[in-house]
């Protein structure tokens, strides 16, 4: 089956410790975004890919790192600089740019450190 | 970036339409409009989107003001799995953004029994 999927969909970390959540798609998307969820909240985007090797920042980039390596992954790391790490994380992806194109989105890994 | 108003929670009865309005009265004319929903700790799920003119898909409906600034997301036939928060989002389409989504904080939709 085609999709996006996360993996794990429950993390537990100890403060001061840096964690990946990993991200892949196989719709041959371009483009991936990482989102954040918190309680009660919308969500509000961390970090996006357009293309392979290349990745911007979204308006809550402080903390968090990815790479994109590969067409297929987008992994998002929570360092320890982030200062409220716990939340829901998803992440989504789309295919090119033009305005019509939906977002598809896997089922989100929900951090909490402890 | 065009922003969005929704009311932050509805209740609708099963089996009975579900009308869930939402303002952009700042849309710009190459802007879509957006619905998705969000059941509890999952992914948003795509409902449907448009430009300008009313859309039907297998989930929806959705009826867009001739003028643009609001927009009217019907369920049909609402069911209990319809309880979910829904986001009405207009496309940012800005170079250095990547076409990114701003989500707000939606319309809670419960139906009830």
């Known amino acids: 089956d085609g999709g996006i999927t996360q993996s794990p969909k429950y993390l537990f970390r100890k403060e001061g410790q840096n964690v990946t959540l990993s991200c892949e798609q196989n719709l041959n998307h371009d483009a991936m975004y990482w989102y954040r969820q918190d309680p009660g909240q919308g969500l509000r985007l961390i970090y996006y890919?357009?293309?392979?090797?290349?990745?911007q920042k979204g308006d809550i980039a402080e903390g968090y790192s990815v790479s994109r390596e590969k067409k297929e992954s987008f992994p998002l790391t929570v360092t320890s600089a982030q200062k409220n790490p716990t939340a829901f994380y998803l992440c989504?992806?789309?295919?090119?740019?033009?305005?019509?194109?939906?977002?598809?989105f896997g089922p989100g890994t929900r951090l909490t450190v402890l | 970036d065009a922003k969005t108003t929704q009311p932050p929670s509805m209740d609708c009865a099963e089996g009975r339409a579900a009308n869930l309005p939402c303002n952009h009265s700042t849309i710009s004319g190459n802007e879509y409009v957006y619905w998705y929903r969000q059941i509890h700790s999952q992914g948003p799920q795509y409902i449907i989107h448009?430009?300008?003119n009313n859309e039907t898909n297998e989930m929806a409906s959705l009826i867009i003001t001739e003028d643009r600034k609001s927009s009217t997301l019907i369920l049909p036939h609402a069911t209990l799995r319809d309880t979910a928060v829904y986001y009405c989002i207009v496309r940012v389409a800005e170079r250095n953004t990547g076409n990114q989504f701003y989500f707000g904080t939606g319309t809670s939709l419960t139906v009830i029994p």
């Open positions: 989504a992806s789309r295919q090119g740019l033009a305005q019509s194109n939906e977002q598809f």
């Open positions: 890919s357009q293309i392979v090797n290349d990745f």
């Open positions: 448009g430009l300008k």
